[in-house]
């Protein structure tokens, strides 16, 4: 019997050992069950223009300090496109705009004009300085519309976990002149005209919220929203959770909002409040929820075209 045949019938006998049912416990077959996807790369260029790091408003008083944004917008636009401005994720502590730039390019394939800025993370500023700068971003948009080939009566935003929040906070907020800050382009509107909330809190004092946060902030790791949130917890400052809270702005000044969940991440809970508003003013509203999908299912090529068709489907009707 030669070496070669031994080896071939070792090779294949360990082979058919892989995933004989008994050999773990219930979590990790659950685990092995989950689709396993490959993160999404910014290689959607076709048809695509691109320009990145454009300055768009100063944060301080010397005019030093400025934010950028990036933007991906169809190569050939007849008439001129809705816009969608885009805000990334991190715990309100990390990101970057790239982290949005598949997405961007994606939805510039569609048709849209994608804005993706920067803001300020809780490290430099807490809040409310990330909803200033949000709102600049929408201001900048709005104020050159024309430059960039976009319907300045279309404009939506987007996000996705703390950047859910931030899109979430913008929307809740329109017509509202105190989120706006100190920075660029005032005379223009922030307001937009649709919102996606992708996994974003609406409401800062949920019951499992506060516990969570509460919990954490015996830890030395403390919590990200503690951070967001000028060093404060739900019980030394309930009324700052109440205000960073979008359910708390919420009413018929609201636009058509469209909420994507995860199936593996608490879906739906997030705004059921949030939707009861919005039904209660005629104000449409959908739910999707992406099936097996973990937190954050954007960034994962087997929920990322989903995610596209549903944003594009949704603002295609009500942008």
């Known amino acids: 019997m030669s070496r070669h045949f031994i080896l071939s019938v070792l090779v294949l006998l360990a082979a058919s050992m892989v995933g004989i049912p008994g050999q773990c416990d219930g979590q990790e077959q659950a685990a092995n069950r989950r689709p396993v996807s490959a993160k999404v790369r910014p290689d959607m ?28 917008r169809p190569e050939k636009a007849v008439s001129p496109s809705p816009a969608i401005v885009m805000y990334f994720g991190g715990g309100w502590q990390n990101g970057r705009p790239g982290l949005f730039a598949p997405l961007a390019q994606a939805l510039a394939q569609r048709g849209y004009v994608c ?32 430059r960039f080939n976009i319907d300045a009566e279309r404009i939506a935003c987007l996000g996705g976990s703390a950047g859910g929040h931030i899109a979430g906070f913008v929307a809740a907020t329109n017509g509202s002149s105190d989120y706006e800050g100190d920075g660029d382009h005032r005379t223009a509107s922030s307001e937009v005209q649709a919102s996606v909330v992708m996994c974003g809190p609406m409401n800062l004092l949920d019951p499992k919220t506060v516990d969570g946060i509460e919990a954490a ?30 359910i708390s702005h919420a009413g018929p000044h609201l636009p058509p909002m469209l909420f994507i969940d995860g199936e593996l991440d608490n879906p739906g809970t997030r705004y059921r409040e949030l939707r009861v508003i919005l039904d209660q003013h005629n104000i449409p509203n959908e739910f999707v929820m992406m099936p097996d999908a973990p937190h954050p299912f954007w960034a994962n090529q087997l929920w990322f075209m989903p995610t596209v068709d549903a944003v594009d489907a949704f603002l295609n009707k009500h942008l």
């Open 45 to 72: 260029t076709e048809g695509v223009i691109a320009e990145g790091s454009l300055m768009f408003t100063y944060v301080d008083k010397k005019r030093r300090r400025r934010l950028t944004l990036d933007v991906y």
């Open 115 to 146: 804005v993706v800025p920067e803001y300020r993370l809780s490290g430099e500023a807490p809040f409310p300085a990330a909803i200033h700068d949000a709102k600049a971003a929408v201001r900048w948009t709005r104020t050159f519309a024309k």
């Open 217 to 246: 902030a015996k830890r030395p790791e403390g919590h990200p929203t503690i951070d967001f949130l000028q060093g404060q917890t739900p019980s030394s400052n309930r009324s700052l959770y109440r205000e960073a809270s979008p």
